[in-house]
Each structure stands twice: as structure tokens, then as C-alpha cells.
């Protein structure tokens, strides 16, 4: 069965330097997201991309984020200068087409945990 | 935003027993999930169930959408069902993210 795929599963960095964090979403889906989880929290929305374009975007997802496709099958989320706060589980998400029944479902990635020291 | 509430918070259980997990929603949802999150983080999907009822296995789930609610079932406890099971909703159109719930964590006790 087709999944995503994310790496690396751990990261750690030094606050204020930039990470990024890769994502490879199930091949024929349109629809890519990013999710964070702050340890013992719930799951929060950052982002969704469609058509090579940011879709919609959280509070959450200010200046310091980013987000791209550089090629036909990679997402990434680049943090520009990270802060302490930023130490979290990222999942990446994606859906074939959310605005037909039955083709909404989001599939999520094991996850990157990353821990700014 | 939309608002989602899941309970109970907190399950303990001992293996065999049966289970009902809810969770409700504050508007209409065109999108329903409910995953269970395991002890490495990862998130596993269990359902998507916008409306009506889904079996697979030992569990099942149904959504009352104009009451907005839903139900997830698991039937004869196994220590692996142990961790948090989240409900996510998406009440818009268009790519919007989930919402999710704070989840129940469920332990299973041998």
C-alpha cells in the first residue's frame, strides 16, 4: 500500500539555524499538508499546498516557515532561524482530491521530531 | 473555527472489554477522521466517516453528521490498541486542514 514518507525521523538543531524538513507524498495525490505536535498536545494544522501553491495557512505558519515542491515527488518545510518553541513532532500529510466523496482521506507520515537545543 | 471535543480524556481498560470513544463537533464537516496515534507517534488512520457507519475488524465508527457527532467502537480490548485516538475534522471546501480533537487515551491492561 502506497504511503508517505518523511525524513529524517529525528532532527536536532542549535536555535536560530535553519531547518528542513522532507516530505514524499503518495504519488498520485494533489493535495499536501504539514501538521505539527507539540509533545503531549494535540495535533495542529500548518499549512496545505495544491497546484504548486499555498492553499490555506494557519496562525501558526508565519514568516519563518516556508514551503515548496522542488521537484515531482518531494514537500519540504524549511524553518528559517529556529526557536525553542519550535520543538516538535511534523507530520506531513496528503489527499488525493478533498472536494470529491471518498477521496478526502489524509494520509499521514510517521512523522520528523525535532528538538531545537 | 470549528470546535471538536473527545471523550472521555483518559480510558483504562482490561484487555477484553469494550470500548466507546465520541467526539463532537461545533458546524457541519464534509471530512471525518479518526486515527490512533501508537506509542512512536506515528498516527495510523482508522476511518474516514464523514457520515454513517464503518466496520473493519474489531472496531467500527459512526457519525451522526446532523447531530454532529461520532462514535468510534472497539470491540475485545488488545494491549495494542493502547494510545490516543484522535477525531479530525474539516468543515470547509478546498484543501483546508484538519482540526483535530485534544484525542481519549486509551490504556489496555493484560
Known amino acids: 500500500e502506497p504511503e508517505v514518507t518523511q525524513t529524517p525521523s529525528h532532527q536536532v538543531t542549535q536555535m536560530g539555524q535553519e531547518v528542513i524538513l522532507r516530505c514524499v507524498p503518495i504519488?498520485?495525490?494533489?493535495?499536501f499538508y504539514w501538521y505539527r505536535q507539540i509533545l503531549g498536545q494535540k495535533v495542529e494544522f500548518l499549512v496545505s499546498?495544491?497546484?504548486?501553491?499555498?492553499?490555506?495557512k494557519s496562525e501558526i505558519f508565519d514568516d519563518q516557515f516556508s514551503v515548496e515542491r522542488p521537484d515531482g515527488s518531494n514537500f519540504t518545510l524549511k524553518i528559517r532561524s529556529t526557536k525553542l518553541e519550535d520543538s516538535a513532532m511534523y507530520f506531513c500529510?496528503?489527499?488525493?482530491?478533498?472536494?470529491?466523496?471518498?477521496?478526502?482521506?489524509?494520509?499521514f507520515g510517521p512523522g520528523t521530531r525535532l528538538l531545537v537545543l | 473555527g470549528i470546535q471538536v471535543e473527545q471523550s472521555p480524556p483518559d480510558l483504562i481498560l482490561q484487555e477484553g472489554a469494550n470500548s466507546t470513544l465520541r467526539c463532537n463537533f461545533s458546524d457541519s464537516v464534509n471530512n471525518l477522521q479518526w486515527f490512533h496515534q501508537n506509542p512512536w507517534g506515528q498516527l495510523i488512520n482508522l476511518f474516514y466517516i464523514p457520515s454513517g457507519t464503518k466496520q473493519n475488524g474489531r472496531l467500527s465508527a459512526t457519525t451522526v453528521a446532523t447531530e454532529r457527532y461520532s462514535l468510534l467502537y472497539i470491540s475485545s480490548s488488545q494491549t495494542t490498541d493502547s494510545g490516543v485516538y484522535f477525531c479530525?475534522?474539516?468543515?470547509?471546501?478546498?484543501?483546508?486542514?484538519?482540526?483535530f480533537g485534544k484525542g481519549t487515551h486509551l490504556i489496555i491492561q493484560p
Open positions: 499546498f495544491y497546484n504548486n501553491e499555498i492553499s490555506e
Open positions: 479530525a475534522v474539516h468543515s470547509g471546501g478546498g484543501a483546508d486542514g484538519l482540526t
Open positions: 500529510a496528503s489527499s488525493l482530491n478533498p472536494g470529491l466523496a471518498g477521496r478526502g482521506t489524509q494520509y
Open positions: 504519488s498520485n495525490h494533489l493535495y
